[in-house]
């Protein structure tokens, strides 16, 4: 593509290339790039592209793309915000797939993946759809699974992947939009028919550093929505919606324009009425916990917006088959029950235990750690609200990444000690997990929180192979063996 063809839009401040200059590929990690590249330099979170512009030069980039003009008479263009360049980059390469197709954003900090699972699936069967998604477990075409390495993608690779939604047959993309994709302007210029706020609460403060800075992030979303719908009960609710420029509609089930009322939850499920506008509609869903009324509420209203009738997207919702990871039941021969879930944040740990705690006829025993390299200020939330809730607590590790196991577990424990909860420390997850198992007790239910869908544990920088439900699974043959 030519240069210019492929700057178009972009606010160039100052310009040595030749605008007819072929360019072949685009990358912004110098180790990615290949000869006839224009490579960007990106000042980013952990390091600055702009240091690496010598070694993008030595594979081959033809020009490059950059805020400060470095040494030298190489061809390169300089831009006041390279990461916007790139989102914009990126729809003129892939030739703005996006615009062809009818977008939903999710944002929140617990309920995407879930609730773009849920939408899917209503948009399939209610408007015959072809569906893309795009989340933390995998991005979809249709059917056919893609692997992720992050809940939202760079923005040159969404559009990448818009691309090939688009010709595969995509007219409908549900997908995740993290607060950093927000912020890091990984979705800028996207427009999407309907933008949905689930919740908020204490997550990723190592990155926005207050509360008021991760909410104004989330209600970015709306600024590039032609309908907003939100959750009018959470706390935030109106912070995120004071400036938002398009119409609303929210849900809730104290308030909002769609409302749960008989709410009935139990271990298999929940179902309430859906009353909007005079209109009442009676809806199931197989997903325990008292946040599946607000999932799917959010997915109920995102599809009214969209044109689907909520009849039609209640009888979809009544035959979903949840989500991986989300209170996901692994079957054992014996009388109690483990569950996996992917809480991570003390919100999602509260509300998974409080869920449990509904239907438990036994005790309710957690296991969980919390991630390295992450916000710490939440592991003794976590650590407090576990002691709380739950009747028997084991510490464990989830994603140590860089950090010591032993410190992050040392950071949880403040938030036990001094309660009466029974715990116990055990920082191999899968010596862990087997002792829950052996200490269970009839009744029980064990949740096994943080893993969710991932069949793995980043120790250092290394990604090793552990799911947990094989864990399980190798626990009831061992004890059959034996037996
Ligand atoms: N609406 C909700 N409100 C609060 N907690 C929820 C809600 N939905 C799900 N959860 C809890 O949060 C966990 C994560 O849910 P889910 O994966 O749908 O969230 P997410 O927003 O995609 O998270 P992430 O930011 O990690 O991708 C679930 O396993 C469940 O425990
Ligand atoms: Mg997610």
Redesign the pocket.
Known sequence: MKLNELLSGIDVLESAADPALEITGVSYDSRQTKPGDLFVAITGYETDGHRFIPMAREKGAACVLCQRKPEGEDPCVVVSDSRAALARLGRNWFGDPAASMTMVGVT???????TTYLLKDVLEKCLGAKVGLIG?NQNMIGDEVLHTER?TPESFELQGLFRAMADGGCTHVVM?V?SHALCLQRVAGIRFAAGLF??LSQDHLDFHETMENYCDAKALLFRQSEQGVYNADDPWAARVTKDAPCPLLSFGEKSGDLRAENIRLSVDGVSFDAVCAGETVPVRVGIPGG?TV??ALGVLAAAKALGVPLRDSARVLAESRGVKG??EVVPVPWDYTVLI????TP??IE??LTTVRGFAKGRVVILFGCGGDRDRGKRPKMGRIAAQLADFVVVTSDNPRTEDPEFIISEILPGLEGTSTPYVVEPDRVKAIRYALDHAQPDDVIILAGK?HETYQIVGHEKRHLDEREVVADYIAERKRNA
Request: charged share 20%; proline share 0%.
């Open positions: 929140g900090t617990n309920g995407k993946t879930t933390t809940t995740e993290s689930t919740n946040f607000y999932n989300r209170v879930d992917y809480a991570v919100d999602a509300n998974v969710g």
